[in-house]
């Protein structure tokens, strides 16, 4: 017995020594991937030395003394720090994914070589401006002498994910960088979804009326620039201007609905400033991963230096500032994408119906090939309106008549696109002139630009507008028939059609995704928008001051409170408030009121620590279901967010509303506030269940938690605790901060989509300016900088956003040079 405990031992021994041999080799090999910042390397293909300075937060501030050394100095830190997510995002773009996951990306790889934006983002490439071509071969270089890097001196295959994943890193090419601004817009792009849930709706529904209350048009002429001040607040003076200081598959790229593009802009001009400088605040939103999407620099050009926000992969700064020009963006909601019902000939397969009859679909194969598994042969098809769509997703099935395919037309898949020339010159723009005749180049994905120069704010709609047919016969929100020469697209309006907000009289431009112009079709911008709710709260913050200062317009971007919440509490709850006799302890009822008379007591601020934030949009989401799941059946699961129009106009009764109210398999006539307290009940037992019964311990923190997943290990066990950054946020679906929940079981308040970047820029003293991002600036786990901005960014405090490169220096984690050989 006791040489059977000693070989035990001994063997339990030995195996937590290899356990700890294993963790600390891996550790050893994950480590040597880790960047060192401070390093001398010699680089062919500069033409001068190259020095970056990473500041205490990591940002590299890249000194060079041409335009050319300026980018391949940005490719370089991109590789350094985001070489996995570059390559990832390149395997997306291309379809590639298979090769190296398997089987479960290749939905998406299907996807992307139908679209086959890689394609055209390679015949893009002669199309830009020859600053551009030099910028992306630049680029590219600067990433390659990265992976050579790499390869000579054996660092860890550049990131710790290359050791999990056989995965070979090709050199960079220009036409990657372009691919990934069209991946861009494919993830900020949702009119397919919309297109399609708007038909089955209707097939579902038969009622216009109905269908008007469920997917409701955006009220109101649009808000873009604000009106002069004096007519809005008669007598405002200095005293009140002073007042107050999942969506898919694994790597699924296209958003779920509602997980679009969305934003927050606004500007100020020297007369609504207090400095007599022009303000610029912007957060664009996109879902949250780990590492954030967007990477901090600062360049040094010859047209001056420039500090913002980049994307891996992209050789621009998409958001930020130089000293003479400032520019944020927000997602346009322009409506660039049709789908097409495209009839095939019965007698003859290879062929579809044309406005002239029938004509061959162009046809080419594509290969995917997948990790331990045969090879996949597709069929590519093509037809006069765009590429042919896999039947298997987007539900297209569902709506696709027998004998018939879907082809999308969509701006983002021209070869001709010259987006990425518009990037980079805005950076060397010297006013809001310049910037403005820069954008007309931008093609897809379409944005709301927001500029300001030392006395100017403008805003201006880029990217290609569609020119459609007054005749189209569904206006563009439905699948159309595409033989129907009028329901074709004929190219692209004029740049000057793009609506546009220069040096408006009020001295405000700004856009939360609202609805910002109301023309009528086909000159018109979009039947669907971003925002209905958080517009109302920028007016009023925006207009409470006469005068705006940077910290009044950090506080905008930080305001937590929903005008859904003020406007929709007092309509759903008017029967309910303080109405009966107190309800025996310990009953359903007695709960009703307890969160009833909480909620009577809340300003509707979706503060992290307060129950009242839990409380309502449990009470919303349970209502909302209510509503539509006797009507919508199954398709009730693709309304997971809830709509405030939607909820206000069955309330209100608008057009017959109410009728939504009434439970047709029941056989009594329920009223609204029959349904409104069955909800509260709903909501109350769903929170019983998942956090408790005491309503006045409960935090909106707890369920509305930021989670930045790592895309590929973040839903590994183990794994997942390291390489995601979790955080609890305040904020919702529309508070100006904009936390957007997931909608969707098992932590349906998960806070998934939201500003992964802030930046404000005061030009009355422009190194003044601040900015952050969501995570950190490495994508390396190990690192101390691939979370160390989470906290600062959770907190609402930002960084220095300066051009002094002495501060860089000052307090700086290490010094690159790149020198010639």
């Given amino acids: 017995m006791a040489l059977m405990f000693r070989w035990l031992l001994r063997l339990a021994s030995l195996a937590v020594a290899l356990i700890v041999i294993g963790v600390l080799l891996s550790y050893y090999l994950a480590s040597r991937s880790l960047p060192d910042y401070d390093k001398t390397l010699s680089v062919s293909g500069i033409t001068a030395d190259i020095e970056i300075v990473r500041d205490n937060s990591a940002v590299p501030h890249i000194m060079a003394l041409s335009d050319r050394d300026a980018f391949f100095g940005l490719g370089y830190a991109h590789a350094q720090d985001r070489l996995w997510q570059l390559m990832v995002m390149r395997r997306t773009a291309q379809g590639r994914l298979s090769e190296i996951f398997g089987r479960r990306t290749l939905r998406t790889d299907t996807l992307l070589r139908r679209l086959d ?12 401006d020859d600053r551009t071509l030099d910028a992306l071969e630049a680029y590219a270089a600067g990433i390659n002498a990265r992976i050579s890097e790499i390869n000579m001196e054996s660092l860890g295959r550049g990131a710790p994910e290359f050791f999990l994943f056989e995965a070979e890193i090709a050199p960079w090419q220009p036409a990657d960088s ?13 009119h397919i979804g919309d297109e399609v849930l708007r038909a089955r709706t209707s097939l579902l529904l038969g009622d216009e009326a109905r269908l008007s209350d469920i997917l409701p048009e955006m009220p109101g002429s649009g808000v873009a620039a604000l009106p002069q001040i004096a007519r809005l607040l ?14 898919g598959d694994f790597l699924w790229p296209v ?14 001009a020297p007369e609504r400033s207090a400095s007599r400088g022009t303000l610029l605040a912007n957060d664009p939103h996109l879902g949250f991963t780990a590492p954030s999407i967007w990477y901090l620099a600062r360049m040094e050009l010859q047209s001056g230096g420039v500090i913002g926000a980049s994307i891996p992969g992209i050789p621009a700064l998409m958001v930020g500032r130089s000293r003479q020009l400032a520019w944020g963006i927000t997602s346009s909601y322009l409506d660039d994408q049709d789908l097409f019902f495209e009839e095939i000939n019965p007698d003859n397969r290879q062929e579809y119906r044309t406005p002239d009859g029938f004509k061959p679909f162009e046809t080419r194969q594509s290969i995917i090939r997948i990790k331990d598994e045969p090879p996949v042969t597709l069929t590519l098809l093509w037809t006069d309106n765009g590429p042919v769509l896999p039947s298997s997703q987007f539900n297209l099935d569902k709506i696709t008549p027998p004998g018939h395919l879907v082809t999308l037309s969509w701006t983002a898949l021209s070869h001709e696109d010259t987006s990425a020339s518009a990037a980079v010159g805005l950076m060397m723009a010297g006013s809001v002139e310049e910037g403005m005749q820069i954008s007309r180049l931008y093609v897809a994905p379409s944005q709301n630009l927001t500029m300001i120069d030392d006395d100017t704010v403008a805003m201006k709609l880029v990217g290609a507008m569609p020119r459609r047919d007054p005749a189209h016969e569904s206006l563009g929100r439905l699948p159309s028939r595409g033989w129907i020469a009028t329901n074709r697209w004929d190219g692209y309006l004029p740049y000057s059609s793009n609506p546009e907000f220069l040096a408006p009289e009020g001295g405000i431009v700004g856009n939360t995704n609202n609805k910002m112009i109301d023309r009528p079709f086909p000159n018109h911008v979009s039947f669907e928008w971003g925002d209905s709710q958080r517009v109302q709260r920028w007016t009023s913050v925006m207009q409470g001051r006469k005068v705006h200062t940077r910290d009044s317009f950090i506080e905008a971007q930080l305001d937590t409170v929903s005008p859904a919440a003020r406007t929709l509490l007092p309509l759903i709850g008017r029967d309910l408030w303080f109405t009966g006799e107190a309800a025996p302890q310990g009953t359903p009822a007695r709960q009703r009121q307890r969160a009833l008379a909480l909620l009577a007591d809340w300003n509707g601020e979706m503060n992290e620590h307060l129950p009242e934030p839990l409380i309502y949009a449990a009470w919303l989401r349970a209502l909302q279901d209510r509503l539509i799941r006797d009507d919508l059946g199954p398709l009730a699961a693709d309304f997971n967010h809830v709509e405030p129009l939607f909820i206000e106009r069955v309330f209100r009764d608008v057009d017959g509303a109410s009728v939504w109210c009434d439970v047709i398999r029941s056989a009594v006539v329920e009223t609204c506030s029959d349904i409104a307290r069955l909800a509260l009940d709903d909501a109350l037992i769903w929170i019983d269940e998942e956090f408790g019964s005491s309503l006045e311990s409960l935090r909106w923190g707890d369920a509305h938690a930021a989670t930045h997943r790592h895309p590929v290990l973040g839903e590994v066990p183990i794994l997942r605790y390291f390489v995601n950054v979790r955080q609890e946020t305040s904020g919702g679906d529309h508070t100006l901060m904009r936390g957007r929940t997931s909608g969707t079981e098992p932590e349906p308040f998960a806070n998934v989509h939201g500003a992964g970047y802030r930046g404000v820029y005061d030009f009355a003293d422009p190194d003044s300016s601040v900015f952050i991002s969501a995570t950190g600036q490495s994508g390396h786990p190990l690192s101390r900088h691939y979370d160390d901005l989470g906290q600062l960014w959770r907190r609402g405090e930002y960084l220095p956003m300066s051009l002094d490169i002495g501060l860089a220096r000052a307090a700086s984690v290490g010094i690159t040079r790149l020198v010639k050989p």
């Fill in 117 to 128: 934006i890689y394609s055209a983002a390679k015949a893009s490439v002669v199309h830009q």
């Fill in 178 to 190: 372009l691919a990934i601004i069209k991946l861009m817009a494919l993830q900020l792009s949702g």
């Fill in 234 to 247: 008669p007598g405002a003076g200095t005293q009140q201007a002073q007042a107050g200081t999942v969506g």
């Fill in 255 to 268: 958003p779920r609905r509602g997980l679009a593009g969305a934003s927050n802009v606004w500007a100020a």
